[in-house]
């Protein structure tokens, strides 16, 4: 039990407590009041929950894990069942309860001293047919029933989240450690505030709620890495790492942080919500001892000051590069983690100047390709940060499967809106992308009644169709160029006739070109376009590697995760590309299922190797009631789970194979839009 701290208040008590202490001390029966949300944890906070445990029991045994504050009123309405009303905690409390039961149900037959310590959390002593938690009146016997293991066999298909994360635990703990798990279990502190019969629950429960700002992943990391070292060595890994990764990183220390681990790890990473950033840290960077974690914060320091040099351009150690850089920013930041990973292997001699250049006019020319065509772009850094894990080659090969042929862009280019267009006209002008130029259209976007392109006819006697012709090339190539601003203030507004003196001064040749022309209209553009994507095809390249376009398929290890089981999963995917083969699977259970039954038959192995490590999801038996499959040779698929925990599994089964770079997605409309 932790020393008690008691808080002088008239109406509140806020003691510091051991956690199974406090839940296992008092037959009083902790209640959820009717108005509270259901129970909601998933089987990914399950898993934060039992990583906790195991962390504190690999700590010094003096070491214990917070968890936060219970909040609760007492209840004296019958003398006889005295009750604790649970305010606030309700999450963490049925889910530590699973977790006792799950380990109780797996050592109950094995020691049976210890089940009777874990039944004292869980049940109470003079009724061992009543649970010390319960859920509100519509979910109780849900609860009890799995918690006291009562399930019946018209339950196996029942769903629920009481049900789904008490078997995670019980297929995540082995009967070898659950002495350990009870003992991290026993390392649980909470702050318990209990209020009197006068407090004003609620305002107390949206202060401890709403109150302050919750600390952003990037201060998470801060604490995480800091927490735990003495006072000197907090001084030394501020000083001589984290500040120098606060100066490089700026304002954007929490996209760096983002950036750095997809570039890590070659998988997406989510920033909004779940805490995604700091949770992948911590699972990429277990407790350091000082040692290690200076090794790690160097290498942390000296990527921060790639990621500037990436915002600052001008920075840059000399011109090209700085021109490189630059030219990446003009598709947002979520080019860094492959600039990054590149960038760092040229500095240590692995990548020659000439192929990281190489390797950014590559990345360039995928990037405006896709969204010429109408291709989206995001999702694919990831990707390529693996490929580029594995060298040059593999790097190029892998932009060039996703990269749409010259027929495709060339019909983008001639009909639609020009992305990116003041990058793509300087780049054909070979003008510094530093340099303030305007953007042109030479037919404005809205001519007046005297703008004309001949000289003689003026825009209000063009037909409609001529003019609806017009104002449909006017975003296209071939009527863009670029203007020094003192020329673009001379030209703004201006018939064609007279813009054409304006255009012979300036000092690019592609702007030059087009006062060469008599006069300006649909035919002029398209002869224009025509030149310009020439030149266009010669500065962003397609990589010259036998390949078919991608056909926006996502690779199995860039899906996306969901949470529960969002509206519309039924029909998430078109269809599955395996290895070669095309499966109309329309789910992700229904994947899970299929890609667990093939590898069963071609690559056994793996699964046995994955689901040893993992625990899961294949086991020798039917151990607990729920959704199972037969494997075949008493070896059975549990199916039970949420679709984040089977897509996940999916993945690493397929890695375990080797075989996840072989396995693509295609979204249905509905997946696209799924949130």
Sequence with gaps: MSTVTNVAASHVDATAVNTIGWLSASDTTIVVPVYQRQYRWDIGACEQLLGDVRAVVDSTDTHTHFIGSILSTASTRDADDAQLVLIDGQQRITTLMLLIAALHHTLRDDDPELARELARVLVRAD??????????????????????????????????????????????????????????????????????????????????????????????????????????????????????????????????????????????VTAAGERGVYDAFRHEFPRLDVETLRQRAAQWREYAGIYRMLREPAEAPDAVLARQFAFLGTFGPETAPLAMRLCHDHLHGLLGRAELIDAFERLQSLLLRRTVVGIPTDRLIARLCRAAELGPEELTRAIARITPSDERTRVGLKYSELPHARYVIGRLADADPLAPFDLEHIVPLSPGDDWTGDGERRWADYTDDEQNSHRALAHTLGNLTLLEPELADRAFDASFPAKRNVYAASALEVTREVAENSVWGTASIANRTALLTERFMTVWRRPAVVSIDDDNLTPILDARKRRGWPHGWQREFDYVEYRGEHWEVPDVRYLFNRIFQRLWADSRQSVIDFSDRRGGPVYPAMAWNGQWDDLSDGQFLYMGWDSKYMLTAVQGVLEEAGWASEVFLKYSYIGDAMK
């Design 127 to 268: 009724d061992p047919d009543r649970t010390k938690l319960r859920p509100h009146r519509a979910w109780a016997e849900v609860f009890e029933s799995v918690v006291l293991g009562r399930r019946s066999p018209g339950d196996a298909r029942r769903e629920s989240r009481f049900d789904d994360n008490y078997a995670f635990f019980r297929s995540q703990i082995r009967p070898g450690e659950a002495v350990d798990i009870w003992r991290g279990l026993q390392r649980l502190e909470h702050v318990a505030i209990t209020l009197g019969a006068h407090a004003n629950a609620q305002q107390i429960f949206e202060s401890l709620n709403s109150t302050g700002e919750p600390l952003r992943d990037h201060e998470l990391i801060h604490n995480y890495v800091l927490m735990g070292l003495s006072h000197a060595e907090q001084s030394e890994i501020e000083n001589e790492y984290w500040l120098p990764i606060e100066r490089g990183t700026g304002d954007q220390i929490g996209a760096f942080w983002r950036h750095y681990l997809i570039m890590l790890t070659g998988r997406e």
